[in-house]
C-alpha cells in the first residue's frame, strides 16, 4: 500500500513536466455592440445575415480615416448580395440605429411552420426579411415579407421572426 501511494505521488509530481505549453498567435480585440447583437442576432438566422450583423457590431467608426470628433454621427453602408443595411453611429462608435434589408433569406424553422401550417398547398415563391433597430429603445422589429403562389393565385404575407402573422 505504501508503494501505491509512493508510486502514484511520484506520478503526479513529474506529470506537469510533461506537459505543453502552446504558445497563441496575437489575438485581436474588437470592440462588439452587446444590446445590437442580443436584439438582432437570432441563432435561426440566415449565416449570411448573421455575418452582416456581427461586421456591423465589430466595425469602429472611430478607427476608420474619414473619422472627425467634429461630427456628431455616421451613416454607414454595408452590402452583401443578399442585400444591404445601413448603420447610424454616434462618434464614440456606438450604433444608434439600423435599416436592413435582405432578399430571398433562409427563413426560421418558427416561420416555416407557420407557413406550412397556415398554407399547407402554397409555395414560397419570394420573401424579404427587414430589420430596423433603435437603440434608444432597445428594440429590433423584424418582419418578414412573403409572396406566396398557388397555381395562379398569389398572396402576400407579412409575419414576425417567431412566425406570427401581421
Known amino acids: ?45 440566415d449565416a449570411n445575415v448573421k455575418k452582416l450583423e456581427i461586421e456591423i457590431a465589430k466595425f ?7 473619422y472627425s470628433d467634429e461630427y456628431d454621427g455616421y ?17 464614440e462608435g456606438n450604433i ?8 430571398n433569406v433562409k427563413l426560421p424553422i418558427l416561420v416555416s411552420r407557420a407557413l406550412v401550417k397556415r398554407f399547407p398547398r402554397w409555395k414560397l415563391e419570394k420573401d424579404i426579411y427587414k430589420v430596423n433597430y433603435n437603440e434608444s429603445t432597445w428594440n429590433a ?16 404575407v407579412k409575419t414576425d421572426e417567431k412566425g406570427n402573422f401581421l
Open 1 to 45: 500500500m505504501k508503494n501505491l501511494v509512493l508510486i502514484l505521488f511520484l506520478f503526479g509530481i513529474t506529470a506537469p513536466v510533461f506537459s505543453q505549453i502552446i504558445q497563441l498567435d496575437e489575438v485581436f480585440i474588437y470592440p462588439v455592440k452587446y444590446k445590437y447583437l442580443f436584439e438582432v442576432v437570432d441563432a435561426d438566422s
Open 60 to 66: 469602429d467608426v472611430t478607427k476608420q480615416e474619414y
Open 75 to 91: 451613416n454607414v453602408s454595408f452590402y452583401i448580395p443578399e442585400g444591404y443595411a445601413v448603420a447610424a453611429y454616434d462618434k
Open 96 to 103: 444608434l440605429r439600423t435599416i436592413e434589408r435582405y432578399k
Open 141 to 156: 422589429k423584424k418582419i418578414y415579407k412573403l409572396r406566396l403562389t398557388n397555381g395562379d393565385k398569389t398572396i402576400r
